[in-house]
């Protein structure tokens, strides 16, 4: 604990004192922040898988019955009794869920609802219910029905816990189905988008075309809109009205073609930021003396380049994958039939109020993602060695044929990415597609369509602003604890271990788990249910990992010396912190805050189970309108979006300009 | 100069006194949160019209589309947040029921709707404002294109000329779906020909949107031909110019209704039933009937612009109680027949 002083100066005794009371107050720090991320994420996924545990069936022994022919009562007997003698149902027909029900006639073969006969029924425990005709009856009474009237009684599911549910998921092809299909996608969209994105990255590191820094541009221009636009998109280019459909040829745009090209499109920028960055460290030694040997271009490409970036796309790989299986706005746009997860979970808990399945499926789904982020992790760490200090960067010389089919590749990269956008814009902007092809803006009066109209975009840049105050300075002390704190070592450990998790964690799953957690009226925290604040939350927590990497990287830059000078010269932490560190990391705090900025505008899959009334939200209004079959308005909004995030894009880079200018003088000299 | 103070003075006071007023009104008044799935752009016009009678009463509105809205009252079972519920499906409202989680209240003059519109309990857990209507849109300039004719039944759209070109909601998750799911059930027959009906039309099926209305418009936008939805967002887009024509198949059509109920446990008891007394009025049925052709009072409606005119007769004669104690069964066999890839197409 008072390593740092011992080391920093003899007569540790003396500054002892300070130190102890600063590392106190960062180990509440630290606390408080740990706490924080049990709150907002390991209870929240507890509750969840909980819920998923949470079964509902039909408890025969719970319920008894008395016949009367015509002779007299009979003696109670119990359904499961009765169930037994005729054998009608086994178990696994017991099975259901909350909203279940179960017909008493079923257990009695020869039952005629014209006989004579009167049937009397109890419930042994009150705590279950059975229905007469659409009333409940709840106690434990005898009640009287003739058989007419017996006929219209249900017996409701009573809880329990088990894993039934899991059972009934995997006995549903429908449902399970969903998995091979989210698979697939995912691979698929994967090789695409990888070796797209390699392409584009390669002409960017490695030749001398022109125009690099207007294609680096474009190329991230998907970043900055809701997943579900190029669905939109996809709909106007090739779908049944659409400009270009015969390009496919007859095959349907709704399904598998439709979300692979989707999502190749909102993947390709986080594939090509990894990519770029691997090939950027190669070293350009091995290019010299590959030279020197004479060596192929083809050789030298598959013997040093793709070697060397191998880890940058094997962590390219598992960061689409991870995108696009856990993504649910693309394929509920064009998914057509096509079933995939993300989308089941949605199915399942708002077409059915199934909350059990939808979390079911939530856990199902967090397989592939936990294991995809363990695999990218586990590269990752590899990759640290790869590095070393003399490397030479590689710098490419011109060469007409390859500079050429370079930027006609990437000419065509930037169509396909700056015409989908501009394909929604002109489509927002179309009166009546495709019967009145007038241009209005009609599409923009959202106050006559689902979502929530021009509220929801104020809410949404509301959402984005506090998300990213309070975002950016969550995890930028949270690092800053990890990172400058000394002893502790198994809170730090466990607490860094947390910030990795929320990658791993779909959003909707996160969102799911919210709903459980919060909506309990036994949870303190009930309150915030429902506001704004709660989207917050979520919305730091699901994009939580990549803001701590960003601060942890900017806070390793900065010696340790700076604390330990402090604490011999007697300040408190706080000080460095504001006088030295906090200004020293500035570009990459704000770059934090615009990465959460830009994520709260465009996400859905998080916020999608939590907005309310009062705040619903832009990329939720998307969908919703997407969803009623306003597709213009849709579109309209998603480049709303856009435009915003373009503005907080050139705002963020005005601003870090001045502050690099005033802050990071010491950077050029 | 004296005159014009005291005249300022007494204005000012006037003022004082009328605001005075306004303000202890408005603190009398009771703010009532309603969920509702009414369409948005009505809810202010309902709020204006039930407060020109009881100006006491503030709504909150909290609205969203049936499923959520529904999702969101189950998620709070056991922590209500709502006093009322004013415009959501009858099927929810059952579901609700069953979990003992409406306030039965017997509202003064039901006897006066027309009884298919009331609970069938004793006292009425819930009562229904106006039904909403199952048809078929039919984009006439698309339908022409691929040469086909409008169909009169629906067994017609078993035709194999129709194939690819209808689309339907999924009732798995929606209420519209459910409802054309149920009512061919009950008019094809419950145990098989219903069954077989939907196994024939599945053929001939593009695909099962998500939500209710988006099979019209997708219809008006000619995205694909023939959408089944319901009459209301027809005679909608119709009204915007969408070169549609509604129809009503022969063998009639299944409906819902929206309906009122008081949520158990409302610390508003008396605002919420005043609420729901106003809600079964003269005045709010035909302040219904502006948007919906069929409403709980008879004798009230008039003929909505675009609506078909023999809707009224088509509607079949729907038996609540057998497709909400069945609606668990019914949705897993659709499940299990039609929700997969391996079966699609």
Request: charge should be positive; aromatic fraction near 12%.
């Amino acid at each position: 604990m008072t390593q740092s002083a011992a080391t920093t100066a003899p007569a540790a005794p003396l500054i002892k004192p300070k130190t102890s009371k600063d590392d106190r107050i960062m180990a509440g720090f630290i606390l408080v922040i740990s706490l924080y991320l049990l709150v907002t994420l390991a209870f929240p996924l507890y509750a969840m898988l909980s819920k998923s545990f949470s079964t509902y069936a039909f408890d025969l022994t719970n319920f008894e019955f008395q016949v009367n022919t015509g002779d007299g009562w009979s003696e109670p007997f119990s359904a499961a009794a009765q169930n037994e003698k005729i054998q009608k149902f086994k178990p696994e027909d017991l099975v259901t869920s909350s909203d279940g029900r179960l017909a008493p006639t079923d257990l009695f073969p020869d039952f005629s609802f014209r006989s004579p006969t009167l049937y009397k029924l109890r419930q042994v425990r009150g705590d279950t219910s059975f229905l007469f005709k659409t009333d409940r009856i709840d106690d434990t009474d005898w009640h009287e029905y003739n058989s007419n009237d017996f006929r219209r009684i249900v017996i409701r599911a009573s809880a329990d816990t088990g894993l039934d549910n899991f059972r009934t998921y995997f006995s549903t092809p429908a449902l399970f189905r969903s998995i091979e299909n989210s698979l697939f996608i995912a691979f698929l969209s994967t090789i695409i988008t990888v070796s797209l994105a390699f392409g584009f990255a390669y002409a960017i590191n490695r030749s001398t075309m022109r125009f690099k820094g207007l294609f680096r541009l474009i190329a991230m221009i998907p970043i900055l809109v809701p997943s579900l636009l190029p669905g939109i998109a996809l709909v106007y280019l090739f779908g049944n009205q659409g400009m270009i459909k015969g390009l496919l040829f007859g095959e349907s745009i709704y399904g598998p073609i439709g979300i692979v090209i989707g999502s190749v499109f909102f993947t390709f920028p986080h594939a090509l930021i990894i990519i770029t960055t691997a090939l950027a460290i190669s070293d350009g030694r091995l290019y010299e003396a590959a030279t020197a040997l004479r060596t192929s271009r083809w050789r030298t490409f598959w013997t040093v380049t793709i070697p060397g970036a191998r880890y940058g796309l094997i962590s390219a790989a598992f960061v689409v994958f991870n995108l696009v299986i856990t993504d649910f706005g693309l394929p509920k746009v064009i998914g057509g039939q096509y079933n995939m997860l993300a989308v089941d979970i949605y199915k399942q808990v708002i077409g059915q109020q199934n909350f059990e399945m939808g979390a079911v499926v939530s856990v199902v789904l967090l397989i592939p993602a936990l294991l995809a982020f363990s695999i990218d992790r586990y590269v990752q760490k590899k990759q640290v060695a790869q590095l070393s200090a003399r490397s030479v960067p590689f710098s490419p010389k011109p060469h007409k044929q390859f500079d050429r089919i370079c930027l006609g590749y990437c000419t065509l990269v930037a169509i396909f990415i700056v015409g989908l956008i501009a394909v929604c814009q002109y489509a927002a902007l179309i009166k009546f597609w495709p019967y009145n092809l007038s241009l209005s803006l009609v599409n923009y009066n959202f106050k006559v369509m689902d979502g929530g109209g021009w509220d929801s975009y104020i809410n949404s840049i509301q959402l984005g602003l506090y998300t990213a105050l309070a975002g950016t300075i969550v995890v930028f002390v949270g690092a800053y604890m990890v990172e400058k704190t000394n002893g502790f070592f198994a809170t730090r450990s466990s607490f860094q271990f947390l910030a990795m998790m929320p990658m791993a964690i779909p959003g909707m799953v996160l969102g799911l788990a919210y709903i459980f957690f919060f909506n309990n009226p036994d949870n303190p925290l009930n309150g915030i249910y429902g506001t704004l604040a709660i989207m917050v939350i979520c919305t730091v927590t699901h994009f939580y990992t990549v803001s701590h990497l960003t601060a942890v990287t900017a806070l390793k830059q900065m010696d340790r010396e700076f604390e330990s000078v402090a604490a011999s010269l007697k300040q408190p932490f706080h000080k460095v912190l504001s006088k030295v560190t906090v200004p020293v990391c500035l570009p990459s705090i704000l770059d934090i805050s615009i990465y959460l900025f830009v994520n709260a505008m465009t996400t859905v899959s998080a916020v999608i189970f939590l907005y309310s009334p009062d705040t619903t939200l832009a990329s939720v209004a998307v969908l919703n309108m997407d969803d009623a079959g306003d597709v213009a308005p849709a579109a309209a909004m998603g480049m709303m979006i856009f435009y915003t995030n373009v503005g907080a894009r050139l705002i963020h880079q005005f601003v870090s300009r001045n502050l690099v200018r005033r802050t990071q003088a010491w950077r050029g000299t | 100069m004296l005159k014009k103070l005291i005249k300022k003075s007494s204005l000012a006071a006037c003022v004082a006194g009328v605001s005075m007023l306004a303000m202890s009104q408005s603190t009398l008044a009771v703010d009532l949160t309603v969920y509702t799935a009414v369409e948005a752009e009505d809810l202010a016009r309902y709020a204006e019209t039930f407060n020109k009678d009881h100006p006491d009463i503030n709504i909150k509105w909290v609205r969203d589309s049936t499923g959520i809205v529904t999702a969101k009252l189950l998620a709070e079972k056991n922590n209500p947040q709502a006093d009322v519920v004013w415009g959501l499906a009858a099927t929810s409202l059952l579901l609700m029921k069953s979990e003992g989680m409406l306030e039965p209240y017997k509202p003064k003059g039901v006897e006066k709707l027309d009884k298919k519109f009331v609970d069938s309990g004793a006292v009425p857990s819930w009562v229904g404002m106006d039904a909403w209507v199952a048809s078929v849109c039919y984009n006439t300039v698309e339908a022409a294109k691929h040469g086909l004719k409008p169909p009169k039944t629906w067994t017609d759209l078993l035709k194999p000329m129709y194939k690819g070109h209808l689309i339907m909601p999924n009732p798995n998750s929606s209420g519209t779906g459910f409802l054309d799911v149920s009512s061919w059930l009950q008019m094809f027959g419950k145990e098989q020909g219903g069954w077989d009906f939907m196994d024939r039309l599945h053929k001939n099926i593009a695909r099962y949107t998500h939500s209710g209305s988006k099979p019209c418009k997708l219809a008006a936008a000619g995205e694909i031909p023939i959408g089944i939805s319901f009459a209301f967002r027809g005679a909608k887009s119709k009204a915007q110019g969408a070169p549609l024509e509604i129809i009503v198949p022969a063998e009639g059509v299944g409906w819902d209704m929206e309906a009122t109920a008081i949520i158990a446990g409302t610390s508003n008891q008396k605002a919420a039933q005043t609420l729901v007394d106003w809600s079964i009025t003269r005045k709010a049925n035909e302040m219904y009937n502006t948007g919906y052709a069929v409403v709980a009072m008879p004798g009230v409606a008039k003929p909505v612009e675009h609506f078909p005119p023999n809707l009224l007769d088509k509607m079949i004669d729907n038996d609540f109680e057998w497709a909400a104690n069945n609606r668990k069964k019914i949705l897993t066999e659709w499940l299990k027949r039609y929700d997969s890839k391996s079966d699609a197409k």
